[in-house]
């Protein structure tokens, strides 16, 4: 048995057929909570996660305490020391 807390692909689908695996879905693995504890359904709202914003990042510099500002080079996009070149820290954005 496999349980996903998402949907499953149609190649997992397959896979698990071919193999005999039961899939759950979220919603299934509640009602079956449900049925067996007689409690109520509980509606709970999907969570929303949403990524840093890259142009006001929170923290200060850990080496030298001047603000991390956003920043980007050749190789993408990353946080910076606004204190550079005297400090050269720097974090990817991601």
């Not at 067996?36 to 510099?61: K, R």
């Not at 005297?86 to 990817?92: E, G, H, K, L």
């Amino acid at each position: 048995m496999v349980i996903t807390n998402s949907r499953f692909t149609k190649a997992a689908v397959n896979l698990a057929r071919a193999n005999g695996v039961t899939l759950w879905s979220r919603e299934h693995l509640i009602l079956q909570f449900a049925a067996v504890n007689g409690a109520a359904l509980i509606h709970t709202p999907p969570v929303v996660i949403s990524a840093p914003d890259i142009q006001n990042p929170t923290t200060d510099c850990p080496r030298c305490g001047k603000d991390i500002l956003a920043r980007s080079g050749r190789l993408g996009k990353f946080y910076g020391c606004s204190g550079y070149p005297a400090c050269r820290y720097t974090r990817d954005a991601k």
